[in-house]
């Protein structure tokens, strides 16, 4: 069974700092391109950062873009988010998927497409 599995999320003030985990389970992340994803109540969701299955190109929104920053170890079968200077509006809840990397870039920059791969979200608030 394919399983991915977020975690790190939690209840941060404004300028602090955390970092999510996205861990597979049944199936290797070396060959799959990995994407996190948030949605707020009442938005749509939005591709926040990917990265690529070879590790060599990466995405980030830019309205996250030097403050987040997504890495993979695959030796650890999991991927990272790490969010730094977070702001209220980061407060959403945040998903992670695997996919091939073309289907993958395209749903995270485009937000065009579908994947089936998907974790079950991790609620991230910034508030004081």
């Known amino acids: 069974q394919l399983q991915l599995v977020e975690s790190g999320g939690g209840l941060v003030q404004p300028g602090g700092s955390l970092r999510l985990s996205c861990t597979a389970s049944g199936f290797t992340l070396d060959y799959y391109a990995i994407g996190w994803f948030r949605q707020a109540p009442g938005k749509e969701r939005e591709g926040v950062s990917c990265i690529s299955s070879s590790a060599k190109n990466t995405y980030y929104a830019d309205s996250v873009k030097g403050r987040f920053t997504i890495s993979r170890d695959n030796a650890k079968n999991t991927v990272y988010l790490q969010m730094n200077s977070l702001k209220p509006e980061d407060t959403a809840v945040y998903y992670c998927?695997?996919?091939?990397?073309?289907?993958?870039?395209?749903?995270?920059?485009?937000?065009?497409?579908?994947?089936?791969?998907w974790g079950q979200g991790t609620q991230v608030t910034v508030s004081s």
């Open positions: 998927a695997a996919g091939g990397d073309a289907d993958l870039f395209k749903l995270c920059i485009l937000n065009s497409g579908e994947i089936p791969n």
